[in-house]
Nanobody, 114 residues
């Protein structure tokens, strides 16, 4: 499974970005799919996930600001990030989980400036 993440960049606080993760196979194969992030000096943390049943899960720190969405036809999972804060600066990784494996994308850097 290959996951191609895109959409990162530099944005001012209060701005928005949209990340996209494209899978090399149908995303219906995955139990869950979504985004984690890792800020400098910190552990990787969950941002938002989508289960195969359609439910979503968000980190408390991004609730109300970020929205995860999937497109089964395009095999993509996007992360719309609004009202970005300095603390959102991190490398964002998409992932896709099957029963016995987890695949990660290459990461895309999001930098929020004041």
């Amino acid at each position: 499974v290959q996951l191609q993440a895109s959409g990162g960049g530099l944005v001012q606080a209060g701005g928005c970005l949209r990340l996209s993760c494209a899978a090399s196979q149908t995303i219906l194969n995955f139990i869950s799919m979504g985004w984690y992030r890792q800020a400098p000096g910190k552990q990787r943390e969950l941002v938002a996930t989508f289960s195969s049943g359609g439910s979503t899960n968000y980190a408390d720190s991004v609730k109300g600001r970020f929205t995860i969405a999937r497109d089964n036809a395009k095999n993509t999972v996007d992360l719309q990030m609004n009202s970005l804060e300095l603390e959102d600066t991190a490398v964002y990784y998409c992932y896709a989980r099957k029963v016995v494996s987890v695949n990660w994308g290459q990461g895309t850097l999001v930098t929020v400036s004041s």
